[in-house]
């Protein structure tokens, strides 16, 4: 887990993505449980009622779901879905408006495409 909550979006979305990522980075795997609203309140030291905020979010996107009595546990398939999302929201994001931005100041698909494949970071 995050050491540290940032300040630039709301906390219950934090722990959301947070879930997330360690889903994606398979710390967290299919059927296995997440830490209670109770760790992540004390952890974290904020209200549970945040905490679980964060958590029924992904409930309600099909990632989590609860066993009655033990708690919530990665829901089968939820790395695809969450990568799957997670590339629709990228497109969105930063494809069309790099492109956009590239098209404004003269840079042609295939300059964009050059400067994607020598970047430092590919």
């Known amino acids: 887990m ?3 909550l940032g300040e630039e979006k709301s906390i219950y979305l934090q722990i959301s993505e947070m879930i997330e990522d360690e889903i994606l980075r398979d710390i967290l795997k299919e059927e296995e449980q997440v830490p209670s ?14 905490a679980a905020k964060g958590i029924n979010l992904l409930v309600d996107k099909g990632i989590l779901y609860k066993k ?3 708690g919530m546990f990665v829901q089968e398939g939820a790395k695809s ?14 494809v069309t408006k790099i492109v956009r931005e590239a098209k404004l100041i003269g840079i042609s698909k295939e300059e964009l495409a050059k400067m994607i ?4 970071e590919a």
């Open 37 to 50: 609203t109770t760790e992540l309140s004390k952890f974290y030291k904020i209200n549970p009622a945040t």
């Open 117 to 120: 494949k020598d970047s430092k």
């Open 81 to 94: 879905a969450i990568q799957k999302s997670r590339q629709e929201s990228f497109y969105e994001t930063y």
């Open 2 to 4: 995050v050491e540290n």
């Open 68 to 70: 009655r009595g033990i």
